[in-house]
């Protein structure tokens, strides 16, 4: 069996190189390559992980990749609902052995969610909160867009398969999130499957 392939995030290269050693000695593990995430589309092609190590105490972001599943390692409780609304599915605290984040990440690489059992609480909020109606009801074309969002297509297959255009598929997303109360793709998806508006 191949090893599994990690990409490591960190916006400071001493935390991108602590990363490395920590993992160096896990077996069926290989780092694939590091970035700092400026150029994160260029090293996702260049390393083609099967799963992402995110350092979240120095750049979390409002979206994460849809395709790969990524760890979120973060500083404090306070960070977990960011990083999960953005889309990470593996929480951790930063202080951890290497077997545990090992486990964890071949874990999320079976599409599992692995979360600290200290940062339940922080999410527990989140369920509150999208347990609640969006304020106003989304149109046809809104609700064909949302589907298609869940799929984890790209605006320009969503324009081409409803004959509109990039901007328009733009509009209609700013919409859709603003509707559901959201602030990203992937939230939005979550959100609506919560309220039985798609299936995936």
Do not use: C, Y
Not at 34 to 60: F, R
Not at 79 to 101: K, N, V, Y
Not at 103 to 113: E, P, R
């Amino acid at each position: 069996m191949t090893d599994l392939k990690v990409l490591l995030v960190a916006e400071n290269p001493l935390a991108r190189m602590g990363l490395a050693a920590l993992l160096a000695g896990v077996a069926g593990l290989t780092v694939a390559g590091q970035s700092s995430g400026s150029q994160l589309n260029m090293d996702l092609d260049l390393a083609k992980p099967h799963v992402i190590v995110w350092d979240w105490s120095w750049n979390g972001v409002s979206e994460l990749p849809r395709d790969i599943p990524v760890v979120a390692l973060l500083k404090d409780g306070a960070q977990a609902s960011e990083a999960w609304r953005a889309g990470a599915r593996g929480l951790l605290l930063g202080s951890l052995d290497p077997d545990t984040l090992g486990a964890a990440l071949t874990a999320a690489s079976h599409g599992l969610a692995v979360i600290e059992p200290t940062l339940t609480a922080a999410l527990a909020q989140i369920e509150v909160s999208q347990n609640e109606a969006p304020a106003e009801s989304l149109t046809p074309r809104e609700m064909e867009v949302l589907q298609l969002l869940a799929s984890g297509l790209p605006n320009k297959t969503i324009a081409n398969r409803l004959s509109i255009t990039d901007h328009t598929v733009k509009f209609h997303v700013n919409a859709i999130m603003t509707k559901l109360g959201v602030q990203s793709r992937t939230e939005a998806v979550v959100r609506a499957t919560k309220l039985g508006l798609i299936i995936l």
